[in-house]
Protein backbone atom coordinates (compact mmCIF):
# COMPACT_ATOMS: atom_id res chain seq x y z
CA UNK A 1 0.00 0.00 0.00
CA UNK A 2 0.81 3.59 -0.76
CA UNK A 3 -0.53 6.35 0.81
CA UNK A 4 -0.34 10.35 0.45
CA UNK A 5 -1.94 13.65 1.67
CA UNK A 6 -3.82 16.41 0.00
CA UNK A 7 -4.61 18.74 2.02
CA UNK A 8 -7.05 16.97 4.95
CA UNK A 9 -7.57 13.71 2.32
CA UNK A 10 -5.87 10.75 3.07
CA UNK A 11 -5.34 8.97 -0.04
CA UNK A 12 -3.89 5.00 -0.27
CA UNK A 13 -3.63 3.08 -3.29
CA UNK A 14 -3.57 -0.51 -2.90
CA UNK A 15 -1.93 -3.24 -5.72
CA UNK A 16 -5.46 -4.52 -6.63
CA UNK A 17 -9.35 -3.59 -6.51
CA UNK A 18 -10.00 -6.52 -4.45
CA UNK A 19 -7.02 -5.44 -1.47
CA UNK A 20 -8.98 -1.28 -2.08
CA UNK A 21 -12.25 -3.12 -0.72
CA UNK A 22 -10.85 -5.09 1.80
CA UNK A 23 -9.20 -1.94 3.36
CA UNK A 24 -11.96 -0.08 3.13
CA UNK A 25 -14.17 -1.93 4.57
CA UNK A 26 -11.99 -2.84 7.64
CA UNK A 27 -11.55 0.50 8.01
CA UNK A 28 -14.96 1.46 8.12
CA UNK A 29 -15.89 -1.51 10.22
CA UNK A 30 -13.12 -0.40 12.82
CA UNK A 31 -14.72 2.90 12.76
CA UNK A 32 -17.93 1.67 13.20
CA UNK A 33 -16.67 -0.32 16.49
CA UNK A 34 -14.83 3.06 17.59
CA UNK A 35 -17.79 5.17 17.89
CA UNK A 36 -20.26 2.33 19.27
CA UNK A 37 -18.09 2.42 22.29
CA UNK A 38 -19.98 5.88 23.35
CA UNK A 39 -22.85 5.94 21.26
CA UNK A 40 -25.74 3.50 21.70
CA UNK A 41 -26.39 3.79 17.93
CA UNK A 42 -24.81 5.30 14.32
CA UNK A 43 -26.58 6.70 11.33
CA UNK A 44 -24.50 6.10 8.17
CA UNK A 45 -24.50 7.06 4.44
CA UNK A 46 -24.19 4.60 1.22
CA UNK A 47 -23.58 5.20 -2.38
CA UNK A 48 -24.81 2.80 -4.67
CA UNK A 49 -22.76 2.27 -7.44
CA UNK A 50 -20.55 -0.77 -9.24
CA UNK A 51 -17.43 0.79 -7.76
CA UNK A 52 -18.57 0.09 -4.16
CA UNK A 53 -19.31 -3.78 -4.76
CA UNK A 54 -16.16 -4.62 -2.80
CA UNK A 55 -16.32 -3.02 0.02
CA UNK A 56 -20.25 -3.64 0.34
CA UNK A 57 -19.17 -7.43 -0.32
CA UNK A 58 -16.67 -7.17 2.79
CA UNK A 59 -18.84 -5.21 5.17
CA UNK A 60 -21.82 -8.04 4.58
CA UNK A 61 -19.48 -10.89 5.31
CA UNK A 62 -18.15 -9.15 8.08
CA UNK A 63 -19.66 -10.65 11.37
CA UNK A 64 -18.17 -8.42 13.89
CA UNK A 65 -20.25 -5.94 13.00
CA UNK A 66 -23.38 -5.15 15.38
CA UNK A 67 -25.97 -3.82 12.56
CA UNK A 68 -28.97 -3.71 14.94
CA UNK A 69 -27.43 -0.36 16.34
CA UNK A 70 -26.94 1.08 13.26
CA UNK A 71 -29.43 3.48 10.84
CA UNK A 72 -28.74 3.44 7.25
CA UNK A 73 -29.64 5.76 4.78
CA UNK A 74 -28.46 6.16 0.76
CA UNK A 75 -27.37 9.46 -0.82
CA UNK A 76 -29.00 9.81 -3.90
CA UNK A 77 -32.30 8.46 -6.22
CA UNK A 78 -33.19 8.82 -9.83
CA UNK A 79 -36.48 10.46 -10.40
CA UNK A 80 -39.10 8.77 -12.28
CA UNK A 81 -38.19 5.08 -12.05
CA UNK A 82 -41.06 2.78 -10.72
CA UNK A 83 -40.43 1.29 -7.88
CA UNK A 84 -38.78 -1.81 -7.82
CA UNK A 85 -36.96 -0.98 -11.13
CA UNK A 86 -33.61 -2.70 -10.67
CA UNK A 87 -31.43 0.45 -11.62
CA UNK A 88 -32.47 2.27 -8.74
CA UNK A 89 -30.02 2.46 -6.26
CA UNK A 90 -32.36 1.64 -3.46
CA UNK A 91 -32.64 -1.60 -4.79
CA UNK A 92 -28.91 -1.75 -5.66
CA UNK A 93 -28.20 -1.35 -1.84
CA UNK A 94 -31.05 -3.83 -0.82
CA UNK A 95 -29.50 -6.57 -3.12
CA UNK A 96 -25.52 -5.79 -1.59
CA UNK A 97 -26.25 -5.18 1.52
CA UNK A 98 -29.27 -3.96 3.49
CA UNK A 99 -31.01 -6.81 2.86
CA UNK A 100 -28.36 -9.51 4.28
CA UNK A 101 -27.50 -7.59 7.66
CA UNK A 102 -30.03 -7.03 10.73
CA UNK A 103 -30.04 -2.87 10.13
CA UNK A 104 -31.80 -1.17 13.01
CA UNK A 105 -33.22 0.81 10.55
CA UNK A 106 -33.28 1.30 6.21
CA UNK A 107 -34.30 4.96 5.20
CA UNK A 108 -35.04 4.84 1.57
CA UNK A 109 -35.30 7.40 -0.76
CA UNK A 110 -38.24 6.83 -2.83
CA UNK A 111 -37.75 9.02 -6.31
CA UNK A 112 -41.05 7.73 -8.05
CA UNK A 113 -43.34 11.05 -7.37
CA UNK A 114 -43.52 13.91 -5.38
CA UNK A 115 -39.76 15.00 -5.57
CA UNK A 116 -40.17 18.23 -2.95
CA UNK A 117 -42.25 16.51 -0.50
CA UNK A 118 -39.79 13.80 -0.50
CA UNK A 119 -36.72 15.75 0.03
CA UNK A 120 -38.21 17.50 2.92
CA UNK A 121 -39.41 13.89 4.06
CA UNK A 122 -35.79 12.71 3.84
CA UNK A 123 -34.00 16.11 5.13
CA UNK A 124 -36.27 15.64 8.56
CA UNK A 125 -34.81 12.40 8.86
CA UNK A 126 -31.45 13.57 8.36
CA UNK A 127 -31.60 16.16 10.83
CA UNK A 128 -33.07 13.94 13.14
CA UNK A 129 -30.05 10.88 12.50
CA UNK A 130 -27.13 13.20 12.19
CA UNK A 131 -24.99 11.05 10.33
CA UNK A 132 -21.80 9.64 11.51
CA UNK A 133 -20.22 7.87 8.20
CA UNK A 134 -20.31 8.23 4.92
CA UNK A 135 -19.18 5.45 2.65
CA UNK A 136 -19.11 7.00 -1.07
CA UNK A 137 -17.38 7.20 -4.31
CA UNK A 138 -16.80 9.73 -6.73
CA UNK A 139 -17.98 9.77 -10.28
CA UNK A 140 -16.03 10.03 -13.85
CA UNK A 141 -17.12 14.01 -13.95
CA UNK A 142 -15.65 14.17 -10.46
CA UNK A 143 -19.66 14.50 -8.68
CA UNK A 144 -20.13 13.04 -5.16
CA UNK A 145 -23.37 11.88 -4.54
CA UNK A 146 -24.90 13.32 -8.01
CA UNK A 147 -23.85 16.88 -7.42
CA UNK A 148 -22.54 16.83 -10.49
CA UNK A 149 -20.57 20.25 -11.13
CA UNK A 150 -23.41 22.81 -12.55
CA UNK A 151 -25.38 22.01 -9.32
CA UNK A 152 -22.84 21.28 -6.66
CA UNK A 153 -22.72 24.44 -4.24
CA UNK A 154 -20.04 23.84 -1.06
CA UNK A 155 -22.32 26.41 0.89
CA UNK A 156 -25.85 24.86 -0.03
CA UNK A 157 -28.58 25.82 3.02
CA UNK A 158 -30.58 22.45 1.97
CA UNK A 159 -29.71 18.97 3.07
CA UNK A 160 -31.32 17.39 -0.07
CA UNK A 161 -32.68 18.56 -3.67
CA UNK A 162 -33.30 17.69 -7.05
CA UNK A 163 -30.89 18.20 -9.61
CA UNK A 164 -30.90 17.33 -13.28
CA UNK A 165 -27.94 15.16 -14.59
CA UNK A 166 -25.62 16.43 -16.43
CA UNK A 167 -24.16 14.51 -19.97
CA UNK A 168 -21.10 12.71 -18.12
CA UNK A 169 -22.84 11.47 -15.29
CA UNK A 170 -25.59 10.27 -17.59
CA UNK A 171 -22.87 8.32 -19.71
CA UNK A 172 -21.38 7.06 -16.82
CA UNK A 173 -24.64 5.42 -15.95
CA UNK A 174 -24.40 3.48 -19.19
CA UNK A 175 -20.42 2.80 -18.46
CA UNK A 176 -21.48 0.84 -15.57
CA UNK A 177 -24.31 -0.94 -16.85
CA UNK A 178 -26.76 0.27 -15.16
CA UNK A 179 -28.32 1.53 -18.22
CA UNK A 180 -28.19 0.22 -21.88
CA UNK A 181 -28.05 3.51 -23.54
CA UNK A 182 -28.01 7.14 -22.71
CA UNK A 183 -31.35 8.16 -23.75
CA UNK A 184 -32.36 5.70 -20.58
CA UNK A 185 -30.36 6.98 -17.82
CA UNK A 186 -33.42 9.26 -16.66
CA UNK A 187 -32.57 13.28 -16.71
CA UNK A 188 -33.51 14.35 -13.11
CA UNK A 189 -32.46 13.12 -9.55
CA UNK A 190 -32.43 13.75 -5.93
CA UNK A 191 -29.17 13.95 -3.79
CA UNK A 192 -27.89 14.35 -0.50
CA UNK A 193 -26.22 17.96 -0.76
CA UNK A 194 -22.34 18.76 -0.80
CA UNK A 195 -23.10 20.26 3.12
CA UNK A 196 -24.88 17.24 4.12
CA UNK A 197 -22.00 14.96 3.13
CA UNK A 198 -19.28 16.57 4.67
CA UNK A 199 -21.33 17.14 8.06
CA UNK A 200 -20.37 13.25 8.95
CA UNK A 201 -17.63 12.94 11.15
CA UNK A 202 -16.30 10.26 8.54
CA UNK A 203 -15.79 9.81 4.70
CA UNK A 204 -14.59 6.91 3.47
CA UNK A 205 -14.53 7.01 -0.59
CA UNK A 206 -13.77 4.59 -2.93
CA UNK A 207 -12.33 4.89 -6.02
CA UNK A 208 -11.52 2.06 -8.32
CA UNK A 209 -11.33 1.64 -11.86
CA UNK A 210 -9.24 2.94 -15.29
CA UNK A 211 -12.32 5.49 -15.77
CA UNK A 212 -12.23 7.29 -12.75
CA UNK A 213 -8.00 7.80 -13.04
CA UNK A 214 -9.14 10.95 -14.26
CA UNK A 215 -11.43 12.42 -11.64
CA UNK A 216 -9.03 10.91 -9.32
CA UNK A 217 -6.28 12.96 -10.57
CA UNK A 218 -8.54 16.27 -10.15
CA UNK A 219 -9.49 15.37 -6.66
CA UNK A 220 -6.13 15.45 -5.65
CA UNK A 221 -4.39 18.17 -8.03
CA UNK A 222 -7.14 20.65 -9.08
CA UNK A 223 -8.01 24.03 -6.92
CA UNK A 224 -11.00 23.31 -4.83
CA UNK A 225 -14.04 24.07 -6.22
CA UNK A 226 -17.58 23.23 -7.61
CA UNK A 227 -15.51 22.75 -11.09
CA UNK A 228 -14.51 19.18 -9.39
CA UNK A 229 -16.93 18.45 -6.38
CA UNK A 230 -14.68 15.88 -4.83
CA UNK A 231 -12.03 18.16 -4.00
CA UNK A 232 -14.32 19.54 -1.17
CA UNK A 233 -12.64 16.30 0.66
CA UNK A 234 -9.68 18.16 0.83
CA UNK A 235 -11.21 20.76 3.39
CA UNK A 236 -12.76 17.92 5.45
CA UNK A 237 -11.33 16.34 8.58
CA UNK A 238 -11.91 12.52 8.66
CA UNK A 239 -11.41 11.94 5.18
CA UNK A 240 -10.13 8.86 3.34
CA UNK A 241 -10.10 7.87 -0.66
CA UNK A 242 -8.99 4.85 -1.58
CA UNK A 243 -7.68 3.63 -4.68
CA UNK A 244 -6.49 0.78 -7.02
CA UNK A 245 -3.65 0.86 -9.27
CA UNK A 246 -6.34 1.77 -12.11
CA UNK A 247 -7.74 4.78 -10.68
CA UNK A 248 -4.26 5.49 -8.92
CA UNK A 249 -2.37 5.85 -12.49
CA UNK A 250 -2.44 9.50 -13.35
CA UNK A 251 -1.01 10.51 -9.75
Known amino acids: MKSLQAGKLAVKIYDSRAEMGAAAAA ?7 KLLETKETINMIFAAAPSQNEV ?4 KADKTIEW ?3 NAFHMDEYVGLPKGAPQRFSEFLKNALFDHVPLRSVNLIDGSEGAEAECARYSALLENYPVDIVVMGIGENGHIAFNDPPVADFHDPLRMKPVKLDDVCRMQQVHDGCFPTFDDVPEMALTLTVTQLAS ?3 RFCVVPAPTKAEAVRRTVNDPIGEACPATVMRELDGTTMYLDPDSAALL
Open 27 to 33: DVAACMR
Open 56 to 59: LAAL
Open 68 to 70: NRV
Open 200 to 202: AAY
